[in-house]
DNA sequence: AATTCCAGAGAACAGTTGTTAACTGGATGA
DNA sequence: TCATCCAGTTAACAACTGTTCTCTGGAATT
C-alpha cells in the first residue's frame, strides 16, 4: 500500500517537519498572527525563500499545526469516553488522561488554546471543525450508554459540547500549572475532577 | 470629590481614549502580541512618538483594555447571579443579558476571549485576575442561597469557576453568531440555555 | 506677566518584514 | 547516460518596525 519515499520526498517532509516544530516552539511566546515567515526560516536554519515550497503562509503553517495537534487524538478521546468502568473510576481516568498529555504535548495544547480565539481566520475554523468532530464523537459513544435512554439528540450533542469544552479548559488549567510545585497540581486535578462529578450528577438527574 | 480636570489633563484622557478605541478596532482582525504601536498611532492621527506620553508598550496598552473590558462588568456579574425569581427564569436571564452584552460589546467581548491564552503574558495575567474576581463574587451570591446549605467553601468556587467559564464560552458563541441568520443565533440561546439548566441540575444533586 | 511644564511633532537610526526573480546541484525517470 | 525536475539558495526591493533625541506651543503655576 504504502509506497516508500524517495530520498527527494523524504527529505522535503523532514524539512516540512522541522517547520512546524520551529512554528511550534516560537508559539510558546507569541501568536500566530505576530509569527513572521523569516523568523520560522531563521529558526530551521533555510533561506526564508525555501518556506514557500512547503506552505503559501503562515495561516497555512497553522492549519498543518492543527491537523498535527488534534488529527491524531481522535481515537484518544473516543475510547476514554467510551471505556467501561464506574462513572467515578472514568472521571479519574480521564482527567489523569488530560493531565498526562498535557505533560508529553504542552506546546500542542498551547497553541490549540492560543489560537481557537486568536487572529488567525483559517485556524480558527480549523480547530472549530476538529471539535466539532470530537463533540459528534462524543456524542456518538454517550448514546451507546444506557444511561442515554430517553435523551435526544440536540440534548445529547448539548451535553457532548460541555464536555469538550471542559476539556479544554481543564488542559488549559494544567498547562498554567506547569511549573507550579505539585501541591498546586493536585488542586487543578482536584477541580476538574469535581467539576466533571457535578456535571455527571446533572447528566444523572436530567430526565427528572 | 472629583476634582474638574484642566483643558490639559481632559485633552490627554481623550486622546488616551483614541488609542484604547482604535486599538481595539484594529484586534478583530489580528492578535495583541502582533500590533504594531505606529499601527496605532496612525490610527489615532498621532505621530508615533506620542504613544509613549500614554504607554510604556502594547502590552501596557493591553492591560489598560482589559480593564475596560472587565472592570465595569463586577456590579452586572453580581446582580445577574444573585436576582430573585425561579431557576428557569434566572436561565433565561443570564443568558439574554450576555446576549445583549455581546451585541453592544462585541470588540470588548473578542478581545478578551482572544488574549485570555493569548501570547502576551501581563494581558493573560490581567484577564486571569478578573476573572478569579468574578468567581470568588459569584460564589459570595451563590452562598447566600439557601441551596447552599451544606456545600463547603471549596466546592462553591468550583461551581462558581464552573459558571463563569461557561459564560465565556456562551459569549464566544454568540459572538460567532454574531452576522449569522436569527434562526442560529436562536440555537445557540438554547444550548446555552440547556447546558446552564444541566449545571444547575446537577448543582442541585450534588450533595446525594 | 513671567516661568515652568508637558502632550504631541518631527527627523533620523538601524533592523526587520514579505515577495520577486533568477540560480544551483543532486535526485529522478526515460 | 542524459534530460527533466524541484527543494533550497542568493540577491535585491520597497515598506515597515520600535526607539532615541530635539523641538514647539499652549496650558498651568507662580
Redesign the interface.
Known sequence: MSHTLGIRQAQKQKTRQAFLDAALAL?E??????LGLREVTRAVGVAPTAFYRHFRSTADLGVALVDEALGSLHPMVRTTVSTAGGSEERIVRAIDLISHHVDTHPAHV?FI??E????VQPVREAI?AQLERFAEEVKAELAKDPQAAGWND??LL??A??YV?QML?TA?LFLEAQEAPAEERQRVTR?AR??LR?????????L?
Do not use: F, N, P
Open positions: 508559539l511566546e507569541q501568536s500566530l498572527s505576530s498551547r488554546a492560543r481557537r480565539h486568536g487572529g472549530r440536540d440534548d448539548m451535553l459540547h460541555l469544552d479548559i488549559s477541580l469535581r467539576q457535578l456535571i455527571t450528577v446533572g447528566r444523572s438527574h436530567w427528572d
